[in-house]
């Protein structure tokens, strides 16, 4: 689905990106990890097409080619600058960080803009989309708000709308940008199955996630890319790569890494460095 | 969607119609508006067949060759403006714009007060020299904002509307400068930049046709995309949009608009930013509809200025500037009170 080679990218100056590779397979759930400024978000934003990379380059849409001696590779993409801006918005999307703005649009009239790139200047479409974005609604717990307009609507709320609006959309891949920054955990977990519930149904969808919490980043993903400073320090299995060894090099600190009791995906315990809470208690 | 468009689409053309007709029979003379409709009949070709004139010749000598023209040119401004206004609004993201924002109106205000100050004009063009000396500065100063906000090949918002700030007050200063070197008594240049319009014949609309259906044709083709971008312009990109190339192209679509009319009438402010909001306080944000209704609606407001502007203090005409705001002005705070009423 996604084949990146020696991705490089800097802004002024300032080198954010450098030598990243990776490959991403057809109906993944990726993620990207990683500090503060290790080029996570921009690393998404060269898949997304929105910036195009100084070195190297990405394609998107390769098949998943797997080998007599069982090892996967991606081939047949195109780069991603090929792409009609149209043609890329049929295939990618993006739920971003921050929720939607305030404004007078409808839920429903908001969610039905997730049809634009298969509209034609009309904004007509050839097989109409009403049935999809009403089953979508519904299936978001959006049906009641349909008519509501975004501005009488909690953050929480509008970031299922914008989920709305990207299921609309209909991809191939699905990108995320620290979707869950401004949720609670019960929205968190909300939104993470209603994305993780979308891509069991459709066959072939890929998610790559940029996360900021490593917990959730290890119960939902399949592999994870870990960042440090732009460069890939790490891909594998949530279990290869979130060790607190790892985690000691790239964050800094030396937490509690252990196996959640009912998945046995690796959670993080965070702890005080400067003495435990505990211990001075006695 | 349909629905909403014939409704309110029926609704602001029979409201058009009756300021048309209301502003026709309105002035030093008064005339009824049946005698208005039936010498408006008559003027279609074949209509003496079954339309007998009952009125005197002065009446449509006053309705055809002195009001219709100046309704005529009325209606092609206020729909120019403001769908102008709304399309910057769109693009910018900024309640405030207006089709002013990025200097155009300075910039074809220094064009017009040059002319006016060395009192240069050319023979069988005089009539014309104004107006094309004013639309071509005015889109001088638009390339030169957007030379001055493009940084990296993109343009930032909030750069573009500094430099449009920057170059306002730049033109204004030349413009001041200029007014205070006039030693004429009632300064031509202040008149023009307070807008009128008075003795404008019908060339002037015909002129101006073009621009409006051109740029009206356009914005409705981009009506969809500027909903997006209400969105934010990462969103919008995301969805398929190309985001500069949409910016440059409404950008300069709803400058010409407003440069065509700034150099026929003059700067007529107020209308560009207050109509469009008017428009989305009563239908919302779409600008499927926003910008029809738009067109139609700021026609609409300028007419009635303009019939207060030449009725009120008859014989004297009141510059149509000071009208628009001085009405528009209350109206738009009481219907912002209303809505946050309602809101809260």
Sequence with gaps: MIAADRLGKSYGGSRVLSDVSFTVYEGEFFGIIGPNGSGKSTLLKLLSGVEKADEGSVALGGKTVVAP???????????????????????????????????????????????????????EEPEGADGTIDSILDRLGLAPLADRTLEHLSGGERQRVALAKVMAQEPRLLLLDEPTTYLDIGRQIQLMDSICDWQKRTEGLTVVAVLHDLNLAALYCDRLLLLNRGEAVGIGTPEEILTAERIKAVYGISPVVTAHPATGAPQILLQPESGVKGEQRG | MRRKVVIGGGAALALLLLTVTFSLSTGSANLPPADVWGILLHSLPGADAWLTPHWEVSSEQIVLKIRLPRIALAILIGAMLSVAGAGFQGVLRNPLADPYTLGVASGSAVGAAFLMLTGLSYGLFAQWTVPVVAFATGLLSLALVLRLARVQGRLRMETLLLSGVVLQAFFGSLVSFMVSRSDKVINEIVFWMLGSLALRGWSYSAVLLPYLAAGLIVMMGYARTLNLFALGERQAAHLGVRVERTKVAILVVCTLMTAAAVSVVGIIGF???????????????????????????????????????????????????????????????????????SRG
């Design chain 1, 69 to 123: 001696d069982g090892t996967r590779s991606v081939s047949g993409g195109r780069p991603v600058a090929e792409y009609a801006r149209k043609e890329l918005a049929r295939f990618v999307a993006v739920l971003e960080q921050e929720a939607l703005p305030q404004i007078g649009f409808t839920v429903r009239e908001v969610a039905e803009m997730g049809r634009f790139p298969y509209q034609n200047w009309l904004g």
């Design chain 2, 271 to 341: 209308v560009g930013m207050v109509v469009p909001h008017l428009i989305r306080l009563l239908t919302g944000p779409d600008y499927r509809l926003l910008i029809p209704l738009s067109a139609i609606g700021g026609a609409v407001y300028l007419l009635l200025a303009d019939t207060a502007a030449r009725t009120l203090l008859a014989p004297t005409e009141i510059p149509i500037g000071v009208v628009t705001a001085f009405l528009g002005a209350p109206f738009f705070a009481y219907l912002l009170r209303r809505k946050s009423r």
